[in-house]
């Protein structure tokens, strides 16, 4: 099924009220929660760990999405997986043996997701297909929200729809996913979006009905 999933990114919502939000953007449609997870090493940013993502899962109603934008991964997957992740990306950059870290995220009962950064050729996960549910391509450098759309990634995600074949593999785009990016993205290929800032932008939690029209747009 490739019907086009939205999986706003709380990155670009209120840190001091993720449980509103997050059922606020689940009220208004949202197919998944995309959760970004950040040390300041692997990207120059920091977000949130495990503690705060197993305080987010009872408000999480459809999926929880987890993005370890992380380095070293392999010791954390436990905890994001015991925190009630339902899908744990990891970055092919993030180390030497991705092969292994996905293989560890399935022993744990979670989906398995792989992630390019703009750097990282289709090429990188040739090997990958049999322990991969998704592959996420970035279309910005990862760390922040708002940045914008790199275009050249469109071509690889061609190539990975073409990779995978008849697998039943995601295929996530994760930055600067707007209303004008979107249907280049979906044209070739990808069936899951990340928005951050084009949900969140305008709404609130008391005028949650911004963050629907904002999905729906894209
Ligand atoms: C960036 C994150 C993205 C980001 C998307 O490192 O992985 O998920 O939050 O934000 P927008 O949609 O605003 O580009
Ligand atoms: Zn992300």
Redesign the pocket.
């Known amino acids: 099924d490739r019907s086009i999933k939205i999986a706003p990114?709380i990155?670009?919502a209120d840190f001091a009220d993720f449980g509103r939000e997050i059922r606020a953007i689940e009220d208004q449609g949202a197919d998944w929660v995309?959760v970004?997870v950040?040390d300041g090493h692997f990207?120059p940013n920091l977000t949130f760990g495990p503690p705060a993502v197993k305080a987010f899962r009872p408000h999480v109603k459809t999926f929880m999405d987890v993005?370890l934008?992380i380095a070293p991964v392999d010791p954390y997957i436990d905890a994001y997986a015991e925190a009630g992740a339902d899908m744990i990306t990891a970055h092919v950059e993030a180390g030497p043996h991705i092969h292994r870290t996905l293989q560890a995220i399935r022993a744990t009962g979670k989906k398995a997701g792989v992630a390019l950064n703009p750097g990282t050729p289709a090429s990188a996960v040739e090997t990958l297909l049999d322990l991969a549910d998704m592959v996420l391509v970035?279309t910005?450098n990862?760390?922040?929200?708002?940045?914008k759309f790199i275009h050249n990634q469109v071509e690889k995600v061609k190539t990975i729809r073409n990779m995978i074949g008849d697998r039943e593999i995601h295929i996530q785009i994760?930055?600067?996913?707007d209303p004008t990016t979107a249907p280049l993205v979906a044209a070739a290929g990808a069936d899951v979006l990340?928005?951050?800032?084009?949900v969140f932008k305008g709404g609130s939690v008391d005028a949650p009905q911004i963050y629907g029209d904002n999905m729906h747009a894209i």
Do not use: E, K, T
């Open positions: 990114s990155l670009s995309h970004d950040m990207v993005h934008m970035m910005v990862p760390g922040f929200g708002g940045q994760d930055g600067g996913v990340v928005a951050g800032s084009a």
